[in-house]
């Protein structure tokens, strides 16, 4: 079975601090993705990364940067010198390979105050 | 590219009317599409899986006569709440699976409907 843990159910930081999202997973499969989301006030998903299992390098794009590690099938997700525009809930799901499902874990919002 | 659109973005309707969606892939075909259901501070559940031109897959627990799924083309899919009830108020997001071209193989996801049963 799949499972998605956001065990962080809210964040609330200051403007330019950094903050990491945990997510951990559960999948019996050895070829799966991984992803995170964007769900701003307005709703709609904005897709952030994709990440396969066979590939564990590290990515960095601007202040985001994430954080996959299979030894404790973790997916982290940091945000570098948060804005207020950087609020939002934060999704991270599953994907097993040959399966079209995406599993989602329960969120994160964050709040990034000024 | 790969955009998906959602009509209407939000809908009042009275218990017991039935209420249609639409979710449009507006620049590349979709085989595949996906309905997912989010309550308030709540995850994204996935309904059910639309394929063009054959009936939709439902997850466990979700009422087929209730939400009925249609496919009729490669670019469009619609969910019609039928009979509706307070209890169906939720917000209703669509995705839409590439069959080629950019993001190839991924979900791309509608900006919801927002769903309210008086």
């Known amino acids: 079975a799949q499972k998605v843990t956001q065990a962080q159910t809210e964040i609330s930081v200051v403007e330019k601090e950094d903050v990491t999202l945990d997510c951990v997973y559960e999948t019996r499969d050895t070829t799966y993705y991984l992803f995170w989301y964007k769900q701003p006030p307005s709703g709609e998903l904005v897709f952030l990364i994709r990440?396969?299992?066979?590939?564990?390098q590290n990515e960095i794009s601007g202040r985001y940067s994430w954080n996959f590690q299979k030894s404790t099938s973790s997916f982290n997700f940091t945000i570098t010198a948060s804005q207020v525009v950087d609020s939002a809930v934060y999704f991270c799901a599953l994907r097993q390979g040959g399966s079209e499902k995406l599993v989602f874990g329960k969120g994160t919002k964050l709040t990034v105050n000024p | 590219g790969a955009v998906v659109s959602q009509h209407p973005s939000w809908v009042i309707c009275k218990s017991g009317t039935s209420v249609k969606i639409e979710c449009r892939s507006l620049?590349?075909?979709?085989?595949?599409m996906f309905w997912y259901r989010q309550f308030p501070k709540q995850s994204l559940m996935l309904m059910a899986t639309?394929?063009?031109?054959?009936?939709?897959?439902?997850e466990q627990g979700v009422e087929k006569d209730k939400f009925l799924i249609n496919h009729a083309s490669l670019t469009l899919s619609t969910l019609t709440v039928t009979s509706a009830h307070p209890e169906d108020s939720s917000f209703y997001i669509c995705?839409?699976?590439?069959?080629?071209?950019?993001?190839?193989?991924?979900?791309?996801f509608g900006p919801g409907t927002r769903l309210t049963v008086l």
């Open positions: 639309s394929n063009e031109g054959s009936k939709a897959t439902y």
């Open positions: 620049d590349f075909q979709a085989t595949t």
């Open positions: 995705s839409a699976r590439n069959r080629g071209g950019r993001g190839y193989n991924e979900q791309f």
């Open positions: 990440r396969n299992s066979f590939d564990e």
